[in-house]
């Protein structure tokens, strides 16, 4: 580690600086207009939200399907890892896992919809077997209430990424910790617990927070796989946001500024169950 | 031992083939057939024609570009700004590191809509609104968190025993850069640039709002098509979406060549 050259360090940060700008303008911005109120500065727009019922609806609905998604997705994500690291570094794993990574969210939406939408394959090969009689007797699984839609297509969207997470982690990691644990007479679990967990957890609390604040507020997959009602919170700030006369503005960035504190509160929540201690320890060794 | 990781690698490939491999296989096999009639019996019929009425779209063509270019322009602003901070975050230790880190990665956790409809206003005032410059301002802020986190990985593991040795032998910063660091951090930057591409291909929303309808991109082609166009025509449009990032690809590998060290026969410079 260097220390000296202040002006080089603030030179080569400089870039980075005037990009930060811009998210952080953005973000400033949707909160100021959030608390203007007929030109004085007030928490009306607030009171307004939070006595919408579709407000409400939307906001518990997004979370369901976003906490859903995301955990699915780590544990999967997680599984496929542990178990197949190996097979995963080497070339052809990589380029598998890299695949659904090459399209865009829309379009494994677009795949999601092509296999399981009422008259697509999942159901026309059960139609075929004799299994069902009709397409309308096929569950509805795209555009529905519960959002299994969306959820599929994240799950297939996310568990790559998850993956290309932990991937260096398991193939850099010291594994004879494992094996320490199991002559000391530690189990299954005290071996994941403390000879695994301490690296993986961070890394994959950082996967987590950035797949639910992604899924939370992303707007394509909720478009082409959502239902009418109720309605993921980002399709309800478009709606507010290109409404007729703009009276409705107000509202959607105020809806987007508490669904950012939301995150915030819960990414801040998260980060504090896992080990901290654990996290800063491991930190510095690897 | 070599038993076990054979038939792990058999169960691996069952998994990904169901997870990832079956649905791209599908969408490519429903890109050359006709749609499925549901009353009808098992059989497809190959066409060529999604991929004719794809590519018999003006519109396609010229979103290519669209997307092709401003997908470029993101990659280099990109590569400059994770070069920079990559090579300051992992060779230097500074007052508030840790909270820039934290800043860098705080434009992913945010909801992108919310800073797209927070600086709308502000891109109206200065001219950039409905023009490319907006729309490529706009796609940084969910790529370069990623950029700056992958090369400034590529840093720490690149050491800085090898820059040392660079400095030693030559003070042209430009140089050394382009025949140590660059040639080295090769496999970095092939990631960022991919990644970075697919990003900023992906981008419907923000790009709708920013550009207004004026900066027809790929995906601003797409989301109309899906009320309008059949299952063939969609599914060979799904397609070209993951072949572009592959073209931009193939182009950037041929750009590499060009780098010192790559060529076998040229041993000595």
């Known amino acids: 580690m260097k220390s000296s050259g202040t002006t080089k360090i603030w030179l080569l940060l400089l870039p980075v600086f005037l990009f930060l700008l811009l998210p952080a303008y953005g973000l400033f911005s949707a909160l100021w207009s959030s608390l203007i109120h007929q030109g004085s500065l007030s928490l009306q727009t607030y009171q307004e939200l939070f006595q919408k019922e579709t407000f409400w609806s939307s906001l518990f609905y997004s979370l369901r399907i976003t906490f859903i998604a995301t955990g699915v997705s780590l544990v999967i994500g997680l599984l496929l890892t542990r178990t197949f690291y190996p097979v995963i570094n080497r070339l052809p794993g990589k380029l598998s896992v890299w695949l659904p990574m090459l399209f865009p969210h829309f379009v494994w939406g677009y795949i999601v919809l092509l296999l399981f939408e009422q008259s697509g394959l999942f159901s026309y090969m059960f139609h075929h077997l004799g299994i069902i009689e009709s397409r309308e007797s096929f569950p509805i699984l795209t555009n529905d209430q519960n959002g299994i839609g969306m959820i599929l297509t994240y799950i297939g969207k996310e568990v790559p990424f998850v993956v290309l997470m932990l991937l260096p982690v398991y193939v850099q990691k010291n594994h004879q910790y494992k094996d320490l644990v199991r002559t000391l007479g530690g189990g299954r679990w005290a071996a994941f617990k403390d000879a695994e967990w301490p690296w993986v957890s961070p890394i994959l609390l950082e996967s987590g927070v950035i797949l639910f604040a992604f899924i939370l507020s992303a707007y394509e997959v909720p478009y082409l796989l959502g239902a009418t009602f109720p309605e993921m919170i980002s399709i309800l700030t478009y709606d507010w946001f290109y409404a007729g006369d703009w009276s409705e503005r107000p509202l959607a960035f105020a809806a987007m500024i508490s669904t950012s504190i939301l995150i915030g509160i819960v990414s801040w929540g998260l980060y504090a169950i896992t080990n901290r201690k654990r996290w800063l320890l491991t930190k510095g060794k690897r | ?269």
Not at chain 2, 101 to 126: K, S
Not at chain 2, 159 to 178: C, S
């Open chain 2, 1 to 269: 031992m070599m038993k076990t990781l054979r038939h792990k690698q058999i169960q691996f490939w069952v998994y990904i083939s169901i997870l990832f491999l079956f649905p791209v296989l599908f969408l490519l096999y429903k890109s050359f057939t006709l749609p499925m009639r549901y009353e009808t019996h098992l059989h497809a019929h190959f066409t060529m024609q999604g991929w004719v009425t794809l590519f018999s779209e003006n519109q396609l063509i010229q979103a290519t570009f669209v997307s092709l270019g401003i997908g470029a322009i993101v990659v280099i602003l990109n590569l400059i700004v994770g070069l920079t901070a990559g090579y300051a975050l992992a060779f230097y230790d500074f007052k508030g590191k840790s909270l820039l880190e934290a800043l860098i990665l705080f434009p992913i956790i945010i909801p992108l809509l919310a800073i797209t409809i927070g600086v709308h206003i502000a891109m109206i005032r200065l001219g950039i609104a409905d023009t490319w410059v907006g729309v490529v301002l706009i796609h940084l802020v969910p790529t370069i968190p990623y950029a700056v986190k992958i090369l400034r990985n590529g840093y720490t593991s690149l050491g800085t025993a090898i820059l040392e040795q660079a400095y030693v032998l030559g003070p042209d910063p430009w140089q050394r850069f382009l025949s140590i660091d660059l040639p080295l951090l090769k496999p970095a930057i092939r990631s960022t640039i991919f990644l970075t591409f697919v990003i900023s291909l992906s981008q419907y929303v923000i790009t709708a709002i920013i550009g207004g309808g004026n900066v027809v991109t790929l995906a601003l082609v797409f989301f109309p098509f899906l009320n309008s166009a059949n299952s063939t025509v969609l599914a060979a449009f799904s397609i070209w979406f993951a072949l572009l990032p592959f073209l931009f690809y193939i182009l950037i590998e041929l750009l590499f060549l060009l780098l010192p060290y790559q060529k076998p026969w040229r041993t000595r410079s």
